[in-house]
């Protein structure tokens, strides 16, 4: 077999970035958890003794730390004072509170890790593998990963693309808000819209306690409820907006949860479905947000579905095409991509 050393440096390449990346991975979840990128920020242009000092952490661990923050473009290093600091950018998505929080997103891949063993035994076996089988700390960096997108897009962008949703929100209406796990999306619901009753439901008992707990110190429980149940037998009818926030494609049964929605809507009813962006063809979906999507749903999406029967396993690049057909299946006659974003599929279905 000849093998082109050009094209071979090309594959070494990307595995050494992959390779970093997973160390970055853990060491994003440290710097998270210690508080080191807001330590940083609140002494910049720092050396590592002061951002130690500063996180309450130990210096010659915060040196390395920087260092490899600072080859991965992480933070900025000036080598003329040996001192690090963050662009206004680098702030944005790692340590101001209000800003994405991107160093949440790898308590992702790190939680699944510490599950490979059963996962591989699920593809071995073609098994399954539940949602609730994980590492806790999947659940925490699900819902910061995703929150900052919702706060940035449903109520300016997402909600007033829907024909007639955001006047009836604004009047109160009937919402339900399926498989809400930690209930960001609930309460920022709930949040933006005080005439609205919201209840968010999910399978899983320990997010529904955290969800009703993050209520509470919100000052929302007079308005938001969290009950635990699942997508194809939730309680409740004539609702006037239901909807589903990166969760449809996870299920055992869409087909079997959109039936019930559609059930459960007033005729009028919309079912707004947020779902990974992807193309139909797969060949269109050869890219860097295509990779973290198709990555993720081997490990965490396709497990979950493929645990319980039917075992319909979408995956979390279904694609527009397929997630359209589904919801004719069950009994939607308009569907439409109401909006989009870089990372999402915006549809509406109405009965």
Known sequence: MAVDEGKLNELLGGFVADLG?????????????????????????????????????????????????????????????????????????????????????????????????????????????????????????????????????????????????????????????????????????????????????????????????????????????FEMAAAADFPGTEYDLVAIFDALHDMPDPLGAAKHIRESLKPEGTFLLVEPYANDKVEDNINPVGRLYYTASTVVCVPHSMSEEPRTALGAQAGEERLTELLHGAGFTRVLRATETPFNLIIEARP
């Open 21 to 225: 990346g997973s160390f970055q991975a853990i060491s994003a979840v440290i710097g998270d958890r210690l508080g080191l990128y807001r330590s940083l920020l609140a002494v910049m242009p720092g050396t590592p003794a002061e951002v130690a000092a500063e996180a309450g952490a130990g210096e010659r661990y915060v040196r390395e730390w920087l260092r490899g923050q600072a080859a991965g473009g992480y933070v900025t290093y000036d080598p003329a004072t040996e001192r690090f600091s963050l662009t206004e950018e680098q702030a944005f998505a790692l340590a101001s509170p209000d800003g994405m929080q991107i160093a949440a997103a790898f308590h992702i891949p790190v939680a699944v890790a510490k599950s490979t063993e059963r996962i591989t035994d699920a593809v071995r076996t073609n098994g399954g593998f539940g949602w609730h089988e994980h590492n806790p700390a999947l659940f925490e960096g699900t819902e910061r990963f995703f929150r900052p997108g919702y706060v940035a897009n449903l109520v300016s962008s997402w909600i007033p693309a829907l024909d007639g949703v955001d006047e009836k929100l604004r009047a109160g209406a009937k919402v339900a808000d399926v498989g809400c796990g930690h209930g960001a999306s609930t309460l920022l619901l709930a949040e933006s819209y005080p005439r609205s009753q919201v209840t968010g439901f999910d399978y899983h008992g320990p997010s529904i306690e955290q969800a009703r707990s993050r209520a509470a110190d919100a000052g929302l429980a007079a308005r938001v409820t």
